[in-house]
């Protein structure tokens, strides 16, 4: 069964970068896009962006000049760092797998799943 | 960016009603579409995709449809385990985007 387990600091200052790893768990890391989502408390889900495993990303624009996404495919691991935060990054984290899957075929869409179980990261003076 | 509203953003129901979510985007996106559920504390598992095809294991009362800019999700027969937070999430053009949530409670 398909795992994703994510840690990284819980707690940053203003201005500090937030720095987050997900381990994939049980399945090729090659073949999939993998993605980070937020959730600001009491709040609903934002999509960060993305990775696949040839190092390809994509951003939401919204956060793309503090991002960036990155892949260690030997360690089936990806990383999402944002600088510069303030306390209106303060969220629960979330690695998934998606949106996407890589066939012979193509690109064929298929959401978010698994998830991992999310961290919280507080930004605060 | 395509902007996906969702209503109500929360009903009361009880136990056996059907229940009817409906997502509406601000341009066609296809079937591109699907639904999730947030339990609290907990992350959001994938419960309707692209198609629109249930997940694997998840129970024959929720179904999705729609295309286009219209889109709903029905739990035909409300359970004690389904009150929960439903998202919709387009996945037809970046920036991917997710509805606002439904909260469903008794």
């Known amino acids: 069964q398909v795992q994703l387990q994510q840690w990284g600091a819980g707690l940053l200052k203003p201005s500090e970068t937030l720095s987050l790893t997900c381990g994939v768990y049980?399945?090729?890391?090659?073949?999939?896009?993998w993605s980070w989502i937020r959730q600001p408390p009491g709040e609903g889900l934002e999509w960060i962006g993305e990775?696949?495993?040839?190092?390809?990303?994509n951003y939401n624009p919204s956060l793309k000049s503090r991002v960036t996404i990155s892949a260690d495919t030997s360690k089936n691991q990806f990383s999402l760092k944002l600088s510069s935060v303030t306390a209106a990054d303060t969220a629960v984290y979330y690695c998934a797998r998606g949106p996407a899957r890589i066939t012979i075929a193509g690109v064929v869409i298929m959401g978010f799943d698994p998830w991992g179980q999310g961290t919280l990261v507080t930004v605060s003076s | 960016d395509i902007q996906m509203t969702q209503s109500p953003s929360s009903l009361s129901a009880s136990i056996g009603d059907r229940v009817i979510i409906t997502c509406r985007a601000s341009q066609d996106i296809r079937n591109n579409l699907g639904w999730y559920q947030q339990k609290p504390g907990t992350a959001p598992t994938r419960l309707v995709f692209t198609g629109p095809r249930l997940q694997s294991g998840v129970p024959s009362r929720f179904s999705g449809s729609g295309s286009g800019t219209e889109f709903t999700l029905t739990i035909s027969s409300l359970q004690p385990e389904d009150f929960a937070t439903y998202y919709c999430l387009q996945h037809n053009s970046y920036p991917l985007t997710f509805g606002g949530g439904t909260k469903v409670e008794i």
């Open positions: 049980d399945v090729s890391f090659s073949g999939y896009y």
């Open positions: 990775i696949n495993h040839g190092g390809i990303t």
